[in-house]
Every structure is written in C-alpha cells, then in structure tokens.
Nanobody
C-alpha cells in the first residue's frame, strides 16, 4: 500500500514557475515508477510526465516537454515536478501516481495508487 500526498500547487502568472512535490508513504517507494497527471475542468485526465523507479528514464507529454522536469529522491520517498514557463492552459488539478508495472507510462489505468491532487492556476 502506498499513500501519496501532493503539495506545492497555487497561483502563478504566465511565464512563471511552480514546483510540485509528492510525498509517499511506505518502504517500497523505490520499487514504483511515478507519474504526474492533470485534469482541467470539463476535460479528461491527461498524462504529464513519468519517471522510472531509479530515475534513469523520464517521459513527457509533448505539451510540457522542455518546460517541465520530473525528478525523484528515493531516500526521501518523494517525486517532484518542476514547472517553468507556465501557460494558462497548464491550469488543472495535478495528481501524482505510482505504478508497479505495465507496458505504458502514459496510461492512467496502469497506475496503482493516486494522490488527492493539488490545484495549479496560471493567470495570463
């Protein structure tokens, strides 16, 4: 069982930055790949970024590539999402998620545990 708690959301201006954090409980955090997803009002949840269990590989949605960076610290049971050059279309609730295995990092259905989400609002 893994419990995930996101923090770091808030209000930012277009072009600004925010850093999201996700703290995980449990001693097996390092065995999970981690992902960030987001859901804007009236829209479906979408993949943002993912990182493998050891941090060796990262994956990004095209819409955030070059602006967002995912990282993790297994010693602190945490995963992070550094968001730079924010745009109004980045406004959404952001969720972190953990998965043990699967063949695609992009599919939310393959993640086993989810946090409660943190709101990110970007003003123009």
């Amino acid at each position: 069982q893994v419990q995930l708690v996101e923090s770091g959301g808030g209000l930012a201006q277009a072009g600004g930055s925010l850093r999201l954090s996700c703290a995980a409980s449990g001693r097996t955090f390092s065995s999970y790949s981690m992902g960030w997803f987001r859901q804007a009002p009236g829209k479906e949840r979408e993949f943002v970024a993912a990182i493998t269990w050891n941090g060796a590989y990262t994956y990004y949605a095209d819409s955030v590539k070059g602006r967002f960076t995912i990282s993790r610290d297994n010693a602190k049971n945490s995963v992070f999402l550094q968001m730079n050059n924010l745009k109004p279309e980045d406004t959404a609730v952001y969720y972190c998620a953990a998965r043990r295995s699967g063949d695609s990092y992009y599919l939310g259905q393959q993640y086993d545990y989810w946090g409660q989400g943190t709101q990110v609002t970007v003003s123009s």
